[in-house]
Structure formats: C-alpha cells, structure tokens
C-alpha cells in the first residue's frame, strides 16, 4: 500500500482529550451534539428500558457499562426488527430458523434462476409456487400483486381473497424483514457547499449529508462517553472520496484516511479536491514573459497575433540555464496543508484484502508532522466508515474493529451482496433447495463457494455454525438482495419483466438448439431412467449477455438478433462465439415469432415470480446484515457496543442500514458519572 499525498499532518489532529473539559463537543447536554441527530429524540430512558429488557445480562456486569451504554444515543433496539419481537435473541431464532425450515422461502432465495423459467416442463411458476397460490397469482395485475406483498394491509378485507397461505407468508417475510424507515434529523443538517457537491448527484448529496453528519455525531458521543476523541475518520473504498471530501471541509473539519483500491479513482478524487478547495494546486514558478515567449517560438511563422509580435520585438533576455516548465498541473502534486482546526485528507492507494489495517496505522503514526510523543510517534484513534461498501469490502470494514486496537468504532453501510464471497463451501443435501452458483459458460472462471474464502459470508459464528450445515447464499439470492423492489414504479417493473421475460425464452431457444445443456447438481438424486427427483436438482449452463442497445428491447426479434451478434463478436470468448455462431446463426424470424407466441402468455407466471423473489429477498438482506452485527457481538471482549439503524431514507438509496460497533473502553478511560444516573 501506498500513501500517494505527502506525509503531512497538524499538531491539532492528534491532541489527546485528556480531561473531559479540554473536549471541544463537551458543551452539555443541550449542545448541538445532543440533539441534532435522529436518534435524539429517544430518550435515555428508553434507552434505559431497552437495557433493562434485552441487555440486562450485559449492564449487570458493571456500573461503568451501564453508565456507558445509557450515555451513547443508540438505537432502542440494536436491530430495527418488528415490534412482534421481544428482544433480538428471540428475532435471530426465529429469522435463522424460518430462513432454513421454510421450503418457500428457500426455493424463491437461491432455489430457482429466472434463466431457467421455461427450460423445464412443467416450468418454474408451476414447482416453485405452492399450487393454492397460482389461479390467484395469474390473475392479478402485476402492479397489484406488488401491493399486495409490500403495502396492502392485509388486515383488511382484500378482493378477491387471496389464498390464505399467501397471506400467511407475507406476513411471514414482513415480519422478519428488518424495518427501514428512516426518520430525518429534526434539525437542518449541514448543507454541502457547491463547490463539495460537485459531481454528486441528488442521492450521493443525500448519502453524504446524512452520513457525514452521522459519523460526526457518533464521533462525539463517543468523545463525551468514552473520553476518547475519534482523531481519524479511515474511509474503506473511497471512490471519488464524496463523503471524506464534506467532513474535511467546514462544519466537520475532520481528518480523513481515504483507502482505495483504483488508482483512477483518487485522481479524479484529488482532482475534485482542488476544485472544493480542500488542496491547493501544484505552484509553478515561472517568469511569465520568458513563458509566453517560448510559448510564441512554437507557433508557425506568420501566425504570430499582434500581443504575440509586440514581445517578439521587444524580447526578454534569458539566463543560458533558463528552462521553461510546461508540464500540465499535475493533482498527485497537489498540495494538501494541515492547518489548526481545519480537516484534512491523505490517501492511501491499495485493495484491502482484510480488516487488518496495521499498513494504514503505520502510516499515520509515523506521521512526522503530527503531535508525536518521546519515541517519535502519534496516538491516533480511528473510525472506519464507508458507504457503498461493496461485498467483502464491509466484512473487512467491521472486522477492522476487533483486528486493530487502534480502530475505536466502526460505521459501514454495505452494497452489492453479490459481490461478497462464500465461506462455507458448497451446498450440501441439507440444503435441498439451493442451486449451486454456476459458471457462466462466457464468463472468467469462478468457483465462488469451491473456494471456501474466510473473508467471505457468513461472518458470524452463529451463522457458519446455524444446525452444523451453516447458512448459506449463493450467488442468486445475493444478487437479488440488491433489489429495492418498494420502490419498484410501474414503467420500470413493467420494462424489467420484458427483459427478463426474453433472456428466459431466448435461453430455451439456446437449450433447444444445443447451445448450452443441462446440469444435474446431485447425482445422487437421479432417478434409474436417468429422471430428475427433484425439479431443484437441474439446472442450465448461464450465458453472460449484458445490455442491449436499448432498441433491442422494443420486441422480442430485436432482442434475440441483438443477443446473437453480441455473443457472435465478442472478442474475449472465441470458442464460445463459435458455437453461438454455428447453432443460433441460421434463426429465422418465424422460428423467433413462434417462440413469442408460445411463451408469451406465461409473461405473468415470470413477472409474479420475479416480484416473490425480489420480495422474499428482503429478508435475505436482513440475514446479511444480522450476521454482521452478530460477529461484533461475538466479541463482548472488545466490543462495547453495536447496532444496525437505517441512515438514508429507502427512496433515494436503498441500502440504507449502518452497521455500527464501538470499542470497549480501556479501564483507564472511563468517565465516572455520579451514581444517580446508574
Ligand atoms: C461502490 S464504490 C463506492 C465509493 C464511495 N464509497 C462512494 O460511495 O462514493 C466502492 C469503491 O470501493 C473500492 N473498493 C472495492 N473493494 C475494495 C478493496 N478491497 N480495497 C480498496 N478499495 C476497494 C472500489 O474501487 C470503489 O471505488
């Protein structure tokens, strides 16, 4: 790893709180950080309440903790669970038992693949949904059905009657799918600054609002409860560095580690750096009249303007040593100058593989410029934070807490589950429903589960270890985590289902025409006569095509001509464009309408399906972010601690839930409250 801004830091950055009036936030109870966050209006009573029901066993064990835990504005409950739920023990029972017990769930979250909807007879809608549903389900309008899974009381009386089971289950799934309302801060957050909020779009302003106040806010309660002033905010995968850009400017001025692992990616940050004045650009010194006359020498004879011929005229006399500098304002040399109260930003290039972040720490405590004590080096205390911590990315977030002693809080917002690896192998015959993530036969080779990765999910022990087989999620229930099917409009769902719909049917045209074959998953489960046991047990080789030029989705013709001559001229898979070629090159447009034909009154079956995985997905999310929460957990040694509450509001960015853990204090920093408050 390497740091690509220059080894600069402020005296100010790492002062140490070493009494509790020396804390700039430490302004009372009534200051602005006591009250202008969304946790402000829980009170510590209830806070209070909450330890006494769920966590009474944890307070028991000291005065000092209690005292802490009442102290930090944390959520009532650490999981934002339905109310049905008497504490989180009794949520993580239920959820890990529902998640391995029900034969519905398991096949609508990694049982089945929309590829696959028309490649068996009967078909997916006809093994995968229970048979009471299906009249009810074919005759509801797609945009009706969606209500009646996410929004329609089902209290009420409903026309016509949905199956009772039907109701049964989505009550099932909202009860254990973790809440994601988001109320805003009562009080007006910081406005970003337009030269900050340059190339931010509306939700990355609303991301990076929220947030930077929220880490700010946690920061402070953490300085107040646990006198340990939060001296470094480490950012995991910064991007274009948005978040760590607004709290290094003003209000926050916080001092910002941004990790990333591009290094196109920290250019255009410094890039944007300059712009919002967080860095100044590279000076170069130049004597203007020698400049521009070397300049004028480049320029064709006769071309010369008239400013241009007054300075040939009267020329300047250069030294014979005199050498112009014409090299373009480089942003790896921008100068970032740590100044008493203002923020400041270094960057770190490199991927992080873990949450060992012993390279970084290093890095900062060498810092020559910082408040070093007798043996030359600095005490930084940092929090991780990230958002759109994409896959493993978060795993190695949270686990940052417990692997550094240096690392006093953790705040990660995840991303992109299908991008998390699996630790637990492949599936097993306890997992009966689960197909196993396939290889694309057009895509770089994976053996995701084969490859049993410790960085991968699940984290806690709790889930590697749920009933000896573990949890797992292969790769189609990750993928369908990252849906965000509340905020599905009309016109979007309506346009996805036709993408869908095609891929499904061109992929039985590729079966039908020996592109690809099936796969049996267990041999053990075929029958004498070479016969499936089980419709879960087959599946069909995936074919990675991507988008389409958007006029390719207007019919289905177009979108299997497009698909053909993607596949046919894809330059990285020539063998595989060979054999697209030979099988699929001679189609002809009857052969494509016939299959339109026959496959599209089944478009409601695949849409309805569509929308129960997406739906039922939610609670795969909430088992995702379970885990991680239950890792921190794991650890009461080191973690004082830990919580998942919602940050953004769903509508403008769906991942919206933090996960947060703070560090057990050393005993030599507890604050001491009076005893009335215990
Ligand atoms: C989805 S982007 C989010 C960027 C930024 N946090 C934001 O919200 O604007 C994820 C970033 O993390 C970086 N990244 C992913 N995995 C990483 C790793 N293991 N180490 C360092 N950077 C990583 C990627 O390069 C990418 O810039």
Not at 350 to 366: F, K, M, P, T
Not at 394 to 416: D, E, T
Not at 434 to 462: I, T
Request: glycine letters at 4%.
């Amino acid at each position: 790893m390497s740091s690509t801004s220059p080894p600069t830091s402020c005296t100010s950055r790492f002062r140490r709180v070493t009494s509790c009036a020396e804390s700039p936030y430490r302004a009372g109870s009534d200051s602005a950080a006591w009250t202008d966050s969304t946790r402000s209006a829980r009170s510590s009573a209830s806070a209070a309440r909450a330890c006494s029901r769920s966590d009474r066993a944890e307070a028991s064990s000291g005065d000092v903790e209690l005292l802490a835990r009442l102290r930090m504005r944390r959520p009532d409950k650490p999981l934002p669970y339905a109310d049905c739920w008497d504490s989180p023990e009794a949520y993580v029972e239920q959820l890990l038992e529902f998640s391995t017990t029900s034969d519905t769930f398991q096949i609508l979250c990694g049982g089945v693949h929309i590829l696959d909807f028309f490649t068996n007879d009967p078909g997916i809608f006809q093994v995968a949904i229970p048979q009471d549903w299906q009249p009810y389900i074919l005759q509801c309008e797609p945009m009706r059905f969606l209500d009646l899974l996410m929004r329609d009381d089902l209290d009420a009386v409903l026309e016509p009657p949905p199956p009772e089971s039907l109701v049964e289950y989505i009550r099932t799934i909202r009860k254990f799918s973790l809440a994601r309302e988001f109320s805003p801060t009562k009080e007006k957050l910081p406005k970003l600054t337009r030269m900050v909020s340059v190339g931010m779009k509306p939700k990355k302003i609303h991301e990076v609002s929220n947030f930077a106040n929220y880490v700010d806010t946690l920061a402070k309660d953490i300085a107040i409860d646990y006198h340990k002033e939060i001296t470094h905010f480490v950012d995991f995968g910064s991007g274009q560095n948005y978040l760590g850009r607004a709290l290094a400017s003003s209000p926050y001025n916080r001092q910002i580690i941004a990790v990333e692992g591009r290094e196109h990616n920290i250019v255009s940050a410094k890039e944007l750096d300059m712009h919002a004045g967080v860095s100044e650009k590279p000076r170069v010194i130049r004597n203007k009249k020698l400049y521009m006359q070397k300049l004028d020498s480049m320029v064709p004879e006769g071309q010369l303007d008239e400013r241009a011929l007054k300075r040939a005229a009267n020329p300047a006399k250069p030294s014979s040593q005199y050498v112009p500098d014409f090299r373009p304002i480089n942003v790896s040399e921008a100068i970032y100058t740590p100044e008493d109260g203002k923020g400041f930003i270094r960057y770190i290039e490199g991927r992080l593989e873990s949450g060992d972040l012993a390279d970084v720490i290093r890095q900062v405590e060498h810092d020559p410029l910082a408040d070093a004590d007798e043996n030359g080096r600095n005490d930084p205390s940092l929090m991780a934070i990230s958002i759109h911590s994409c896959g493993n990315l978060s795993h190695h977030g949270i686990r940052s807490l417990v692997l550094n002693p240096r690392v006093q809080a953790i705040a990660i917002v995840g991303c992109c589950y299908n991008l998390m690896t699996e630790k637990l192998g492949p599936p097993t015959y306890k997992h009966p429903y689960m197909r196993p993530s396939l290889q694309a036969l057009n895509g770089r080779v994976v053996r995701e589960s084969e490859r049993r990765d410790p960085q991968g999910f699940p984290m806690s022990d709790r889930l590697c270890s749920y009933n000896d087989a573990g949890i797992r999620l292969n790769i189609t229930a990750r993928m369908m985590a990252c849906q965000a099917p509340q905020n599905w409009t009309e016109a979007e769902s309506d346009g996805f289902f036709t993408r869908h719909f095609y891929r499904a049917v061109l992929q039985k045209m590729f079966l039908d025409r020996g592109v690809i074959n099936k796969i049996c998953h267990n041999d053990k489960l075929t029958n004498d006569d070479g016969s499936y046991q089980s419709p879960f047990n087959v599946s069909t080789n995936p074919v990675i095509i991507g988008s389409l030029r958007k006029s390719c989705y207007g019919s289905f013709k177009s979108y299997v001509r497009g698909a053909i001559t993607k596949l046919t001229t894809n330059s990285e898979y020539h063998e595989y464009c060979d054999i697209i070629g030979e099988k699929m090159l001679d189609v002809t447009d009857e052969e494509i309408a016939r299959y339109e034909e026959s496959y599209g009154p089944r478009k409601r079956e695949l849409s309805a399906v569509w929308s129960l995985m997406a739906f039922s997905a939610i609670v795969t999310e909430s088992l995702i972010v379970t885990d991680r929460w239950l890792f921190l957990r794991q650890h009461p040694d080191l973690v004082q601690d830990s919580w998942v509450e919602t940050v953004f509001d769903y509508r403008e960015s769906p991942r919206n839930l933090v996960v947060v853990g703070v560090k057990r204090p050393t005993p030599t920093s507890v604050f001491i409250e009076p005893r009335q408050y215990t």
